[in-house]
């Protein structure tokens, strides 16, 4: 495939803060990574029904509700929270 | 304004009735902020999502309802976006392989329903809801009670041509989903609720215009108004030479206008991929058999044997569907031993037109069921004509404390099946019409109405017609040997 | 009082427990004041729960007292600090999860501790899994107990380390490419990485959810069936949980061996490992191997998986690919550390910050690979391209289990290799997991115990791979060989 590896496009995608001197040796890792994978492209799959999940069949749950987590058990591991909810810095609606 | 055709398709969100969420074992309920999290609703790590069973059932029936093709194998995947109101950082939904596939709906094309038109759904699919923001002075506080809730998105083709029809069509999918016991329906807490894409074109033109998207709209009436709104909007902005973006838009009901909310410039990459904690939603032909056949009857199909059933004009069957409490009326009727056809139409047209006449509601109609079929029995044990009821049912809306059987005998109102008084009559009009009788006899079969209205008017329109008729005609063979 | 080298191995420590020559809180006491000492030499633990292991000894040595007889009661074991432990931090090693407490406890862990197992360590590891010399961690790497300056392998190296270190019997790792079995060849213990859906994933923060599994590690195949009588079985909170039935691994073993287990058995030698440069020990090794199970009956037969050499970019573009999603979870928000300051970077801004300076570089390489080949325009090209491959591995599998009964590789190419010597070469660690990445890809059962019949320096660790749902004939042929003395264990 392509050797172009647009890297501020995908950090940006993948909400990943680059840091100094990322850019290049990141991409140069990366690039190395995805040409190793060439292979890949040469092989025949055609016929090959794309393998997703080993598990051939869904696991269906009763619609019988068990008791919620407690709150402060689930908000202690939030950064930052107020009033019972999770607080960030205030979302402009058109984000 | 005539020179543009409007293409208008929506996407409908419906919360689905369960007791639990569609992947967590937390309960769906809507309390203290957060009160309602389980592991997989709050995206804990490691927590896994499970698929209630009673979600999918219901998704199956809302496609038996909308006439969708149920697919036997669906699949769930992620859809990968970031915002505060989304723990997991993606939310759980169907892409290319939905539960239900191609479907229709019968929707009324104007406002006063005489037009019906049949719009196609493109499918329907099986999706978690997302968590709630508040927006508070400088921060944004999240609750995630209602994320994880179980939802169906019902994606309808762009086959809608008019805002009326869009909210023509948003009742009947409501009322359609509601009465199968899909959803509550609540459309003030946002269980139902829609997004509407809509584009202009010029007439005549066969390619799709650009369009906008107007995101979440929950009341029929607001739908309305805010595709009036964007068509103007729209149009305007065509015929000044500009041209449309492709955005989606928010509805501001106080200032009755929709607004940009982001443009798609830089398209959203949701990175759509199979869910690999969610193997493949198998359905078990049988148990499909067996949504449907525990299915409430369907407005439609409930109408059309309405008219069967009852010999009603579909008008008929229609003013029945919308008129429950009619309907509970016939069926007491027909308890008590009444024919369906009989007690249909006289409730409809006699019962439901005097009560008009009197501007009283059907529930202040004052004769019970028990009491209103000693009425109907009269007429269909032919002891009164249909004209007879009909005056007798005016005078005792005026008595409704009288005995109508009593009120029958006293005024000597009954129909007499009497074979003896009914030979009496018979003989005294044929005695008193001799040329008449004659020219009958003779092969005129014209005068037989004739001698018939004078046999009703000797017995003072208490003999029954069809038996006056029998009997006349068995004296007149007689005369002819 | 110092451990003896009897507690090494689960059965003796059962044993003592049963005939109550010593108690669980002594046993854990030994057990956690080795694990102190240790942490100074080789860094294996994130934490050592020193209360929650004594209370919970006690309440085992109650319940042996009263004459219980599960197998596990009362004995000592390290848990991956990647599988959640209720009210006990879980970092997966990365500094975005350094202050994480476990609301609840992994399916795993319930189990366990039903049976009165004693839960004394966190171990540590590859940050989130992803690594395979345990370099990759937030929190310094650890050192391979058999030689200070190699890894212990990742990245389950810290369970591998405690067990190398004689800290404990038993402990839990992952395994998503070969993170049990990998570590396990490189410290000279046993490890298994069971089917796909025999161990439920509920409560395991996940890596790679198509590929993860829970695995036991021990000093022996007994210890290892210990464990899976323990943790394996469907669990209706893991939807990919196979409602299959379980064996019983331990009394398969004890049956085992009143027969001679591995007469006529059929082991397969993938030919495709000619492809692979072994280090000439690892090599002396299968050599070895080969010839004492010929000797002892089983027949060696020559079979091809053609699609095993496209086992590593399959591997790495599916689980990339799943991992840049399940890791978007630790966003600065909801999970994990927030953005060190920075309210004026707006919302995006933000989560990549927290995202940014939470995780590290090779979680972050992973994270942006993945997030490529998922992106729009590069999917079918390598996401579904990948899983198409996968097909192909998985169908290789079917094929080859129809003329053999196990499959037998070398379970990495090379020995323990020295630290720092990789880490700027993602390629050269990669390939470190040549042999394992087709098991996980097909999703059968693989085991990795040691081998010395050639006198290695280095512990060297060969791979048995079975049919699905066949863990416990992996465990009852490695429990044979180690009665014949492989590996040095008895
Ligand atoms: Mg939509
Ligand atoms: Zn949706």
Redesign the pocket.
């Known amino acids: 495939m392509t050797s172009s590896f647009d890297i501020a496009k995908i950090a940006r995608l993948a909400r990943i803060e680059l840091r100094e001197g990322d850019e290049a040796r990141l991409t140069s890792r990366l690039e190395k990574i995805l040409a190793s994978f060439a292979a890949l492209q040469d092989v025949d799959v055609a016929g090959a029904d794309p393998l997703y999940s080993l598990s051939e069949e869904i696991v269906l749950r009763e619609d019988v509700p068990e008791p919620a987590l407690d709150r402060d058990k689930i908000l202690v591991n939030a950064p930052n929270s107020f009033d019972g909810c999770y607080r960030v810095g205030r979302v402009v609606r058109s984000e | 304004m005539a020179h543009f055709e409007i293409v208008i398709g929506l996407?409908v969100?419906a919360q689905l009735l369960t007791k639990g969420k569609i992947f967590c074992t937390a309960p769906v309920a809507d309390g203290e902020p957060n009160t309602s999290v389980g592991a997989v609703s709050a995206g804990l790590p490691g927590s896994l999502p499970v698929l209630n069973r009673h979600a999918v059932e219901l998704a199956v029936r809302a496609g038996f309802a909308c006439h969708c093709d149920i697919n036997l194998r669906s699949r769930f995947a992620r859809k990968n976006y970031f915002y505060p109101d989304l723990p997991k950082g993606y939310q759980i939904s169907q892409f290319d392989e939905p539960i239900c596939g191609e479907g229709w709906l019968e929707i009324a094309t104007d406002e006063s329903g005489s037009k019906i038109r049949k719009v196609r759904i493109q499918r329907i699919h099986m999706e978690e809801d997302a968590g709630q923001l508040f927006h508070v002075a400088s921060s944004t506080l999240v609750n995630l009670n209602r994320a994880g809730t179980p939802l169906i998105?019902v994606?309808g083709h762009p086959d809608l041509r008019s805002p009326v029809e869009a909210k023509n069509y948003l009742k009947t999918l409501h009322s359609l989903l509601v009465h199968t016991g899909v959803t509550d329906g609540n459309l003030e807490a946002g269980n139902f609720r829609c997004?509407a894409n809509i584009s202009i074109r010029p007439v005549g033109e066969t390619k799709l215009g650009t369009r906008t998207e107007i995101k979440n709209v929950n009341s029929f009436r607001f739908v309305e108004l805010a595709l009036e709104y964007e068509i103007a909007r729209q149009i305007a902005v065509v015929e000044g030479g500009g041209t449309i973006i492709q955005e989606t838009r928010g509805w501001d009901a106080a200032a009755a206008k929709t607004f940009s909310m982001r443009t798609k410039e830089d398209a959203d990459d949701y990175r759509y991929f199979p869910d690999p904690d969610l193997p493949p939603l198998v359905l078990d032909p049988e148990w499909v058999k067996q949504i449907r056949s525990e299915l409430p009857e369907l407005p439609d199909d409930k109408r059309r044997r309405l008219q069967e059933t009852m010999g009603l004009s579909e008008s008929e069957a229609k003013l029945l569907l919308e008129h429950r409490d009619w309907h509970v009326y016939i069926d007491e009727l027909c308890a008590l031993g009444l024919d369906a056809k009989l007690a249909a139409s006289w409730v409809i047209s006699d019962l439901v037109g005097e009560l008009n006449h009197l501007s009283k509601s059907f529930s202040e109609n004052p004769f019970k069921a028990t009491r209103m079929a000693e009425l109907l029995s009269l007429l269909q044990g032919k002891k009164i004509s249909r004209r007879q009821s009909k005056e007798l049912l005016i005078w005792w809306m005026k008595h409704p404390e009288s005995s109508i059987v009593e009120h029958v005998k006293n005024e000597n109102l009954v129909q007499v099946d009497d074979s003896a008084a009914l030979e009496g009559w018979v003989k005294s009009v044929i005695g008193a019409n001799p040329s008449q009788v004659a020219s009958y006899l003779a092969g005129q079969e014209k005068i037989f109405a004739f001698l018939m209205g004078q046999v009703m008017k000797v017995s003072q329109g208490k003999a029954h017609p069809e038996k006056i008729s029998d009997r006349l005609k068995k004296e007149l063979e007689i005369l002819k040997r | 009082m110092s451990w003896p080298m009897d507690f090494l191995r689960f059965s003796q420590c059962s044993e003592a427990l049963k005939k109550k020559s010593v108690s669980s809180v002594e046993l854990t006491r030994q057990s956690l004041a080795r694990a102190r000492d240790s942490q100074g030499k080789y860094n294996a633990y994130m934490a050592i729960l020193e209360e929650r292991a004594l209370a919970s000894a006690a309440r085992a040595d109650v319940r042996l007292k009263a004459g219980e007889s599960f197998p596990l009661l009362g004995v000592p074991l390290a848990v991956k600090d990647l599988i959640l432990v209720e009210g006990e931090k879980c970092t997966a090693s990365s500094k975005i999860l350094e202050n994480f407490i476990a609301p609840y406890s992994a399916t795993a862990i319930s189990r366990l501790e039903a049976q009165g197992a004693v839960i004394v360590s966190k171990t540590a590891l590859d940050e989130f899994g992803m690594g395979s010399s345990n370099e990759n961690s937030a929190f310094g790497s650890v050192k391979n107990p058999v030689d200070a300056t190699r890894a212990p392998g990742g990245s389950s190296g810290g369970s591998a380390a405690a067990l190398a270190a004689g800290d404990v019997a038993l402990a839990l790792g992952t395994d998503t490419g070969g993170s049990v079995r990998q570590p396990a060849a490189f410290c000279g213990i046993t490890g298994l990485k069971p089917t796909y859906g025999r161990v439920s994933r509920y409560g395991l923060m996940a890596f790679a959810s198509s590929l993860d599994q829970i695995g036991p590690m021990a000093r022996d195949a007994e210890g290892c069936a210990a464990l899976m009588q323990a943790i394996a079985g469907f669990d209706i909170h893991d939807g990919t949980s196979s409602r299959a039935k379980t064996a019983d691994y331990l009394q398969d073993l004890v049956t085992s061996r009143s027969s001679k287990s591995l007469q006529g058995l059929r082991v397969g030698i993938p030919k495709e490992i000619e492809g692979i440069a072994l280090e000439s020990e690892v090599a002396a090794e299968l050599a070895a191997l080969r010839a004492h199970l010929e000797k002892n009956g089983a027949s060696l037969v020559s079979v091809s998986l053609p699609h095993f050499p496209l086992a590593l970019p399959t591997y790495y573009v599916i689980c990339t690919s799943e991992a840049s999603s399940n890791l978007s979870r630790y966003n600065g928000i909801h999970t994990g550390r927030g953005a060190s300051h920075g309210e004026e970077l707006g919302l995006e801004g933000l989560y990549a910050r927290a995202r940014g300076e939470g995780f590290g570089n090779e979680v972050r390489l992973r994270i942006l690979l993945g997030t490529y080949a998922l992106s729009a325009g590069y999917y079918d090209a390598y996401y579904r391209r990948a899983a198409q491959v996968r097909r192909l591995i998985h169908k290789d599998f079917s094929l080859a289990y129809r003329s053999v009964d196990v499959l037998l590789t070398p379970t990495a190419p090379e020995c323990a290799f020295a630290l720092g010597s990789r880490t700027d070469d993602p390629l050269k660690m990669y390939a470190s997991d040549l042999c394992t990445l087709p098991a996980s890809l097909a999703g059968v059962p693989a085991i990795s115990f040691p081998t010395n019949f050639t006198n290695p320096k280095l512990p060297v660790g060969m791979q048995l791979m079975a049919p699905w749902f066949a863990e416990s004939r992996l465990l009852q042929i490695v429990d044979t060989l180690q009665r014949h003395g492989v590996g040095g264990v008895v």
């Open positions: 996407e969100h998105e994606v997004d």
